[in-house]
């Protein structure tokens, strides 16, 4: 499991839970339960940890919170 902070909330329009994952730009995922969209979340992160590496980027460490700006 991926220790990325993960933010959760319903979504009316879509009848779905969202998340997001802040450290992982553009790293979205859903799920018609907190947990499949936990799940689901998991799955997108490694996917986009996949996809960076192929293009040489550098991946962020989880700091398990967001940063203040």
């Known amino acids: 499991m991926y220790k990325y902070q993960i933010i959760m909330y319903w979504s009316e329009d879509d009848n779905c839970y969202i998340t997001e994952v802040p450290e992982l730009s553009g ?28 293009r040489g980027e550098e991946i962020p460490q989880p700091t398990g919170k967001l940063k203040a700006v």
């Open 27 to 54: 790293c979205m995922s859903d799920g018609k339960t907190p947990e499949e969209a936990i799940n689901n979340t998991q799955t997108i992160i490694k996917e986009w940890i996949e996809c960076a590496l192929e």
